[in-house]
């Protein structure tokens, strides 16, 4: 499980410098519009609202609790990706999901810290700007649900009991 562990924890490292990679590079140059094709554009915006929840719905919420919100979420994620592992559950695509959300986690609060927002350039031409990060937790939720529909019958008999004390003697072992 280890080398499963370091392997995976590699990928996600991987997904979080391309994206950063990216966004440095966009700032470094100073890069401009840019159509790509009648439908998508190249059209750096620095997202200062944080999230796409708060640009929608003008919720005005802080940076902070942003960045308390999704660090949360983010040890929610990990503690159901080590629950899966731990379970034996080596299904690739899950794991490929579980991968691109804490990625994309991660991601998120880099944007928070280090940007004061999110540097986000792929134009879908009247429809919102979205950058690397928002594909990946895209694609991730895609994963998931998928994954979840077609097995259901291991979701219903999932106890959250059995969560509980897998959460407990990982703590106990630390």
């Known amino acids: 499980m280890k080398k499963y562990v370091n392997r995976n924890l590699l990928l996600i490292i991987i997904y979080v410098m391309i994206d950063q990679l990216i966004k440095i590079y966009i700032d470094s140059y100073n890069l401009n519009y840019h159509d790509l094709t009648d439908v998508i554009a190249f059209r750096p915006v620095l997202n200062d609202r944080y999230s796409y929840v708060n640009n929608v719905f003008n919720c005005n919420m802080g940076i902070e609790l942003h960045i308390i919100l999704i660090t949360l979420a983010l040890i929610v994620i990990i503690i159901f990706y080590k629950y899966i592992l731990a ?4 299904s690739k695509e899950l794991i490929v999901g579980f991968n691109l959300l804490i990625a994309g986690c991660i991601c998120s609060l880099i944007d928070k810290f280090f940007w004061s927002g999110s540097l986000d350039y792929i134009w879908l031409k009247g429809f919102f700007i979205f950058d690397l990060k928002d594909v990946y937790i895209s694609i ?11 097995n259901y019958k291991l979701v219903i008999h999932f106890r959250t009991r059995d969560l509980i004390r897998f959460i407990k003697e990982s703590i106990i072992k630390q």
């Open 87 to 90: 379970e034996n559950n080596k």
């Open 140 to 150: 991730s939720e895609v994963i998931i649900i998928t994954w979840v529909i077609i």
